[in-house]
């Protein structure tokens, strides 16, 4: 495999090059409009413009895509996350042209893509699973009697997709119908699949993934666990590796469950199963996701291993040159990601113009980005400007570098998710590790931000940037120096 295609934009798109320029493999990008002077596109050996920033005109379509792969004599095709990376069709369409998508298997992807057929596979595997059905619900009366017999409260889930869409709680049976519904509504809008199937409510659990990857050669080995509970509109904010709960027993039983998950679906390549562990530390499968994860760094950080080189490796049909026991955690690794967002307006996007942009440096101390100074943030995509990753020897001391590292990163423009993400792992119940994925909910306040820091320094390095970045648009600062306070 001499030349990589890489069908993505942004901090994983540079991310994936800098790896393959560490083999020796020639880089292509593609791009849209919108991402025409983006690092990524500058960093590529080659690169290519795919028209229109929409994403159904750019990075989604199949056809402009394939055409510039095979126009460039690809040998491969990257996906990374998002976007095409999980889509059977595409993955197809290139085997069929002739090239190595980089990822699982067409059935793999297919089966796990579909959270019922997921259930179906796992089940011949002794993986444990949720209380609930294994089928689509079509009927709301009957329904109502599977939940009644499951005990509420329950949950509505979607059978296509994921990010929280088509997912329902429902309390009581009083609620179930108008539920149930939306439940449905969501679905189809979201995936164009209606399948709901039913399961039991798992109240308070973390959210704990398992990193496997597996070979052409049936190895199929754990990288460990990611502890990910901290999280708004069931999408991360916070990652760390490994979980401040998770001991050697756990671990070892989790590994080998997200082990037969793989096995259920013939996998191969790197993928992360899902996991819910309840008080009582019971796990449940949730889902598997087929492609490398926003989060797999932490995973990188305390095993050694480039997950990357490892996907292409696999691709290239290489066997795994390391054992189960060969795995090894040095140290701990905590992930941030640096959306531009409000947490103080429901984490809603804010979106603008970099003004400013300083990233924090330091041993152990590694930034994923994908945008410099001056550069706007696209409407039309997803609104992730970096993921920051410390790693520290042990997980006290990663916490205090971690803080450290938000407090020297330098945004000015809009508002970001820095000031919520060091309230987070500074929080008592994130430094005891019981927190659960109901954290926000439980102890965010937006005003918890705003007194974050004291008014006159705020607004004093808001005056420093501001005069400093004359050139800049005038609506990409505020006369409010909020959003720097929310920031730093």
């Known amino acids: 495999m001499k030349k990589v295609l890489v069908a993505n934009r942004g901090e994983i798109a540079l991310r994936i090059m800098r790896t393959l320029r560490k083999m020796d493999i020639t880089s292509v990008a593609v791009y849209s409009d919108a991402d025409a002077d983006a690092p990524f596109v500058k960093y590529a050996d080659e690169a290519y413009c795919l028209g229109e920033s929409t994403p159904s005109t750019s990075y989604l379509n199949m056809d402009k895509v394939l055409n510039i792969a095979i126009k460039t004599n690809t040998d491969g095709i990257h996906p990374a996350y ?234 290239r049909g290489e066997a795994l040159t390391f054992t189960q026991e060969d795995v090894k955690i040095d140290g701990h690794a905590i992930e941030i990601r640096v959306y531009a967002e409000d947490p103080e307006n429901d984490f809603l996007p804010d979106l603008g113009t970099l003004v400013h942009y300083k990233r924090p440096t330091g041993l152990g101390v590694r930034v994923d980005d994908g945008y410099e100074q001056g550069m706007k943030i696209p409407l039309m995509y997803d609104p992730m400007i970096a993921k920051l990753v410390v790693h520290a020897e042990n997980r006290e001391i990663a916490i205090e570098k971690t803080i450290k590292a938000i407090n020297e990163y330098e945004i000015a423009g809009f508002s970001t998710t820095l000031g919520f993400c060091r309230f987070a792992i500074n929080h008592p119940e994130f430094r005891n590790g019981n927190f659960t994925i109901n954290f926000v909910g439980d102890y965010f306040k937006p005003e918890i931000l705003r007194s974050d820091v004291a008014p006159d320094i705020a607004l004093a390095a808001y005056k420093l940037f501001k005069s400093t970045k004359k050139a800049a648009e005038p609506e990409a600062i505020s006369d409010n120096p909020s959003a720097w306070r929310a920031n730093r």
């Open 82 to 315: 998002g976007f095409l990376s999980e889509n059977s069709i595409f993955a197809q369409r290139v085997q069929d042209a002739g090239m190595k998508f980089i990822g699982p298997s067409i059935e793999a992807i297919n089966v796990m893509g579909d959270k019922l057929d997921a259930k179906q596979a796992v089940k011949a595997f002794d993986v444990p699973m949720v209380p609930g059905t294994d089928k689509e619900i079509t009927d709301i009366e009957e329904g109502k009697t599977i939940a009644e017999g499951i005990g509420y409260p329950i949950l509505i889930k979607a059978s296509a997709g994921g990010g929280g869409k088509g997912m329902r709680v429902v309390e009581n049976s009083a609620e179930f119908e108008s539920q149930f519904d939306r439940a449905v509504s969501e679905a189809i809008s979201s995936f164009g699949n209606g399948a709901v199937f039913i399961e039991k409510f798992v109240q308070q659990p973390k959210h704990i993934e398992i990193q496997i990857i597996a070979d052409q050669h049936d190895n199929v080995l754990h990288l460990n666990e990611r502890e990910c509970s901290i999280q708004r509109r069931h999408q991360k904010v916070v990652e760390e590796a490994p979980s401040p709960v998770v001991d050697a027993a756990l671990r070892a039983k989790m590994g080998a469950a997200a082990i037969n998950v793989a096995r259920s679906c013939h996998y191969e390549g790197v993928g992360t199963v899902e996991f819910l562990l309840d008080k009582d530390k019971n796990f449940f499968f949730l889902e598997m996701n087929t492609r490398l994860q926003v989060e797999h760094p932490v995973t990188e950080m305390i095993t050694g291993l480039d997950l990357v080189e490892e996907q292409i490796k696999v691709a």
